[in-house]
Antibody, heavy 121, light 110 residues
Framework: EVQLVQSGAEVKKPGESLKISCKAS????????LGWVRQVPGKGLEWMGT????????RYSPSFQGQVTISADKSISTAYLQWSSLTASDTAMYYC??????????????WGKGTTVTVSS | QTVVTQEPSLSVSPGGTVTLTCGLS?????????PSWYQQTPGQAPRTLIY???TRSSGVPDRFSGSILGNKAALSITGAQADDESDYYC??????????FGEGTKLTVL
């Protein structure tokens, strides 16, 4: 069974750093693009960026470029989303999602359950 | 910056048909944007419904269908059921490894 298992909820203070994870199983992790999606409480979904774990090629939404870093470790089938200095506006649910088919990656077909990040002083 | 537009809210009667649309603030949506559709109920992760304009994802009932209507992508739900009451999002592939979500449509079944 194809699965994406995300790390647990985080509560952080402004200015702290954070790295959340998304562990894949049931498929060849390296050859499928994997994306991150943000959902601020009460708001819609926003595509943040996507990584190809095979060579770590990464694409970012202009809205998130420079604000977060997406990485992957194909040896343990895990992707990461990290912040160097959190602000209250980073409070949200974060989903990882696999892009469908290595040769047809234009959509997302498998979703993690999400990681809640709360940033508060 | 390109905005992907959706109706903020729609309603449908049980058993009825409703069409949700996905447009661009500037320009027309075509199959070249590979439109996909996702359903999200409160407190849950999104679920993939439709990709490549009109291909249903595995396990999605044929009550859900996708198309291009005029200059927009469209998701139609026929024979609406109570558990179709959800938020629906479209995604367009803008090229160069960039995806954009629509603003979402809140569908009420009443």
């Amino acid at each position: 069974e194809v699965q994406l298992v995300q790390s647990g909820a985080e509560v952080k203070k402004p200015g702290e750093s954070l790295k959340i994870s998304c562990k894949a199983s049931g498929y060849s992790f390296a050859i499928y693009w994997l994306g991150w999606v943000r959902q601020v409480p009460g708001k819609g979904l926003e595509w943040m960026g996507t990584i190809y774990p095979g060579d770590s090629e990464t694409r970012y939404s202009p809205s998130f470029q420079g604000q977060v870093t997406i990485s992957a470790d194909k040896s343990i089938s895990t992707a990461y989303l990290q912040w160097s200095s959190l602000t209250a506006s980073d409070t949200a649910m974060y989903y990882c999602a696999r892009h469908g088919d290595p040769n047809y990656y234009y959509y997302m077909d498998v979703w993690g359950k999400g990681t809640t990040v709360t940033v508060s002083s | 910056q390109t905005v992907v537009t959706q109706e903020p809210s729609l309603s449908v009667s049980p058993g009825g048909t409703v069409t949700l649309t996905c447009g661009l603030s500037s320009g027309s949506v075509s199959t070249s944007y590979y439109p996909s559709w996702y359903q999200q109920t409160p407190g849950q992760a999104p679920r993939t419904l439709i990709y490549s304009t009109n291909t249903r994802s595995s396990g999605v009932p044929d009550r859900f269908s996708g198309s291009i209507l005029g200059n927009k992508a469209a998701l139609s739900i026929t024979g609406a059921q109570a558990d179709d009451e959800s938020d629906y999002y479209c995604v367009l592939y803008m090229g160069s490894g960039i995806w954009v979500f629509g603003e979402g449509t809140k569908l009420t079944v009443l």
